[in-house]
Structures are given as structure tokens and as C-alpha cells.
């Protein structure tokens, strides 16, 4: 049989010398092309050659919408130079409150702290801008019957009284048996043993041992540490645990446990590696005993993440840095105050990124974790990775083994300590902005006076805030990314077709973004 052979323009390639990795880069540049190709038809451009601004204006100014298109993009624009604006004010208000937002959200639309006569329906654009954007944490009560309602009923006991008392009830909440029927009782689960409480230089938490030990001694361990009545912090922690990831590995045809509520999606970090890895993802169950303790960290890439209270109740301590004055500087180890939420059985809690907290399970308790990285906090993302690299040059240079021109070995080895590399970050964004774009251009012809201005609005603001750190990751003399993407490619025709694909759509943008002309 003859080796197979990935030819593009000439340039040949054997796919089987290539990583799996390498592989799912190339499929996901594909996907890229595909879209960009979209985009085009579209707009009934001759080609994607970055320098078609003048085509594209032109091509614009034929469509009758296109002065309501432009309008709203340069409105987006704008509104996304003000991020640093909104997260000052997104920081000052934290250091006004003593308690968070609690949202309650039911069929019928939301209301803010019980105050149900101001009950407004919320959209995923009010969550986005009104938390996410500004950086700011809130509790959210009713997703437990809108989106959790099956998983919940499955994981819960239902012959037990009111899990709301974390000080009197040892009981385990936990259905113990679904998890031995459908996980199964000698399979083998991740159980961290809790480490020292200390920091490493980049403000991330020690690293803990895992240990590996079946779910039946699990179970039994964790209500043993739950019964303990000497006040000690449990050690053991199942947690970072792919349930999602082993049930659809295991079982192909059973349904989805739960559906990410509409607040949480556009998920760049998770829609992207469970679709070009192989089951990467960062979607988390957490079952702890009473007492066990996540020490004080700011999650993983400076992402987003949310969490859902199956059973039980926990304890968060968020750590609020100082806010800024023009004639001082902080680092982000600074803290000014702290104040602690109590998160109950049913209940949702935002982590907004870069912030410091800990979390203490004050009865056994069972949750889902999910980090995520959105257009809110891309760019905090790109900072972390900015970060790692620098670290991980500096390591190279101390140990003199990997050679200057390696970028392979240092994509993976970046990959190795957060889970991304500029390559997948790269894709990752540029596949974004190409879906953006197709969708709002597909909906341009059948816009009428009835239009939705605000999910446009929604569209174009995501899309402006991804193409400047876009930008940022093309033109970063330090990332050396078009190296990089040459690496993992494996081919520098390759790379070159992630650049120009890169370059339209920033390109597009451009034209998006300004001003009409009176």
C-alpha cells in the first residue's frame, strides 16, 4: 500500500510522520478555509487577497443594509477599546459590595435579589456584558430546573431531608448508585491528595499528588473523611474528573448528561479541543467530602469558569486586588479585602477571570466545573500564554538542549504546562471570527425593520475583541507564531494559508469598523 501523501501546491507532506496534534491543526485550518471561502461567495469578492478593501466597501455599499452594518460594528469597535474601562469598573464595584449579585432565572426571564417587579428577561449578550466583560463573579439560582434538572435527579438522593444545613447533616446527598451502574464501581478515578498552602512565582497553586483508586474506595473514603469529627481538612479530592469525556468514550449512544446554559456558550476553549483533539476538554466533576479544600488559585489560562452545585453546599473566599490609581503601581498578588459566598445545593456561581479564590466543601459535596474562554477574556488568555512562553524561553536558556529554530518542541512543551499552544490558540480564534462573520453576512440580505440590533451588535463586539488579540498573536515579535504554525503544520505552505486567511478577515474588519462617511 502506498504511503499516503498530503500534497498542497506541490508541497507533499506524509500525514503518517505527522502528530495526531499536527493532524487536528491541519483539520481545523481546513474548517478555517471552508468558512473563509463562505465569506467570499458572500460577499462576491474575486478573491481573499488581503489587500481587497477597496472590493470589499464597494461590494458593501451595494447592500442595503450595509449602513446599519457598519454602524453597528463601529458602535462594537468602540465599545471594545473600553474593556479596561469596564473591568476598572467591574473592580470597583467589588470593592463596594458585600455580598455578589444573585441572578434567579426561570422560563419566564430573570430578576436580581428577589426583587421579582423588576423581573427583565436576560439575554446572553446582558450576562456577557454586565459580568463578563466587567470581570464580576454573581450567583445564579434556577438553572437547576432549566438545565440541570435530569442530572440533578440522577446524582441526588431523594429520600433525604433539605441539604441546605451544612452544619448538622453528615449523611451523604450523593446517589451513589447511578455512579456505580453507569461509571462503574472498579473503574479508576483522579483523587487529589491536598498539598502544602503555598503559591508558586506565577500565583498558581502547588501542584497536589493524584492518586488513582477505584470509585467503590473512593465512595467509601470520602463518607469516612466526611464523618470525621476532629475538625482536620480532608486530604483526598476527586476532582478535574472527565466524567463527560469517559461516558461518551464508554458510551456512544447515551444521551448528553446536561446542556450548558445559553449565559455560558460561544465557548471557545471547549467547542474548539472537543472537536480537534482527541477528548481534550476542560469540563469537570468535582465530589469532595466535608472539609476538602481547592486552595487559594486563579484558574487555569485566566479563563472564565462556572460552577454548578449538584448536592451540597460550599464555601468561596474571593481575594480582590487593588484597584490601580494613575500614580501607583500593583502587582496581581495585591489584595485590599475578601469576602466569602456560601453556594447551596442548585445554586451557579461565575468565577470571572484572574481573580483569587479558595473554596472549602462545607457537607460532601458533588458539582460541574467548567473553565471557558470567550471573547470577554480572550485577551487574558493571550496575556497567560505570553507568560508561559517567557517562562519556558527562559528554561531553554538555562538548560541549552533545545536548539533556537525547535518550535515544535517548544509548542509542545507550551502545550505540556497549559493545555493550549499558539498554534491552537491561533486556530482556535480564527475559526471564531470566521463563523461571526459568515453568520452576521448570512443574515444581511433578510434583515427587515424588524431586525435584532442587539444580538448583530453582540456579534460584531465579539468579533472586534477577537481580532485585536488576533492581531496581536500574528504581529508578537516574542511568539515567533508564524514559525510555530509552520512547526506543528508541517508544512510552510500551510502556514502561510493560516496567515492570508488571518489577514482577510482582519482585513474585513478594517472595513467593518469605519465610520461612514457623511
Not at 456505580?180 to 491536598?194: A, F, K, L
Not at 445559553?262 to 472539609?291: A, H, I, Q, T
Not at 533556537?404 to 507550551?414: G, I, P, Q, S, Y
Request: proline residues 2%; hydrophobic residues 35%; charged residues 25%.
Amino acid at each position: 500500500m502506498d504511503t499516503p501523501v498530503d500534497q498542497i501546491d506541490g508541497e507533499s507532506c506524509c500525514s503518517s510522520s505527522l502528530s495526531t496534534h499536527s493532524l487536528h491543526m491541519r483539520a481545523a485550518l481546513n474548517d478555517c478555509s471552508e468558512l473563509v471561502e463562505r465569506l467570499r461567495l458572500l460577499l462576491h469578492l474575486n478573491s481573499i487577497d488581503p489587500s481587497c478593501a477597496q472590493e470589499v466597501s464597494e461590494q458593501l455599499s451595494m447592500n442595503n443594509n450595509h449602513c446599519i452594518i457598519q454602524q453597528l460594528f463601529h458602535s462594537a469597535w468602540v465599545a471594545s477599546g473600553n474593556i479596561d474601562q469596564e473591568r476598572e469598573l467591574g473592580l470597583q464595584s467589588l470593592h463596594e459590595i458585600s455580598e455578589l449579585d444573585i441572578l434567579h432565572v426561570d422560563k419566564s426571564g430573570w430578576h436580581r435579589d428577589g426583587n421579582k417587579a423588576s423581573s427583565i428577561p436576560l439575554t446572553s449578550s446582558d450576562f456577557k456584558r454586565e459580568y463578563c466583560f466587567r470581570n464580576v463573579p454573581c450567583i445564579i439560582r434556577g438553572f437547576d430546573e432549566l438545565h440541570f434538572k435530569d442530572v440533578s435527579l440522577n446524582w441526588r438522593k431523594t429520600d433525604t431531608t433539605s441539604t441546605d444545613d451544612a452544619t448538622t447533616h453528615n449523611e451523604s446527598r450523593i446517589n451513589t448508585s447511578w455512579f456505580e451502574r453507569y461509571v462503574g464501581e472498579d473503574t479508576m478515578v483522579p483523587v487529589r491528595i491536598d498539598g502544602k498552602n503555598e503559591l508558586d512565582d506565577d500565583g498558581r497553586a502547588e501542584e497536589c499528588e493524584t492518586i488513582m483508586m477505584s470509585l467503590k474506595y473512593w465512595v467509601s473514603s470520602c463518607q469516612q473523611q466526611s464523618n470525621n469529627r476532629e475538625g482536620k481538612v480532608s486530604r483526598g479530592y476527586l476532582k478535574d474528573w472527565h466524567l463527560v469525556q469517559f461516558l461518551k468514550s464508554t458510551q456512544s449512544d447515551a444521551p448528553p448528561l446536561y446542556k450548558s446554559p445559553e449565559y455560558f456558550e460561544r465557548d471557545l476553549l471547549n467547542n474548539f479541543l472537543e472537536k480537534y483533539s482527541d477528548g481534550g476538554d476542560y469540563k469537570f466533576v468535582y465530589w469532595g467530602p466535608r472539609g476538602s479544600i481547592t486552595r487559594l488559585h486563579s484558574d487555569v489560562l485566566h479563563s472564565f469558569s462556572w460552577s454548578y452545585n449538584v448536592t451540597g453546599s460550599k464555601k468561596w473566599t474571593f481575594y480582590i486586588p487593588n484597584i490601580k490609581s494613575d500614580s501607583e503601581t500593583t502587582s496581581d498578588n495585591d489584595t485590599c479585602r475578601s469576602f466569602e459566598v456560601i453556594q447551596n445545593t442548585g445554586e451557579t456561581i461565575f468565577v470571572s477571570s484572574k481573580i483569587k479564590h479558595e473554596v472549602v466543601n462545607l457537607v460532601e459535596t458533588l458539582s460541574i466545573n467548567h473553565n471557558w474562554i470567550t471573547s470577554a477574556n480572550i485577551d487574558n488568555t493571550w496575556q497567560c500564554i505570553c507568560s508561559e512562553i517567557d517562562a519556558i524561553e527562559g528554561e531553554i536558556k538555562e538548560w541549552e538542549v533545545i536548539p533556537e529554530d525547535d518550535f515544535e518542541a517548544r509548542e509542545n512543551m507550551l502545550r505540556g504546562c497549559i493545555g493550549l499552544d499558539v498554534t491552537t490558540f491561533f486556530l482556535m480564534i480564527l475559526l471564531e471570527v470566521s463563523e461571526l462573520l459568515v453568520q452576521v453576512f448570512s443574515t444581511i440580505d433578510a434583515m427587515t425593520e424588524k431586525h435584532n440590533d442587539n444580538e448583530i451588535h453582540d456579534s460584531a463586539l465579539s468579533i472586534c475583541s477577537l481580532v485585536k488579540v488576533l492581531g496581536n498573536v500574528l504581529t508578537c515579535k516574542e511568539a515567533k507564531t508564524a514559525q510555530r504554525l509552520q512547526a506543528i503544520m508541517g508544512s510552510k505552505t500551510r502556514a502561510n494559508q493560516a496567515n492570508e486567511l488571518a489577514a482577510f478577515v482582519l482585513c474585513l474588519s478594517d472595513v467593518l469598523k469605519e465610520p461612514l462617511s457623511s
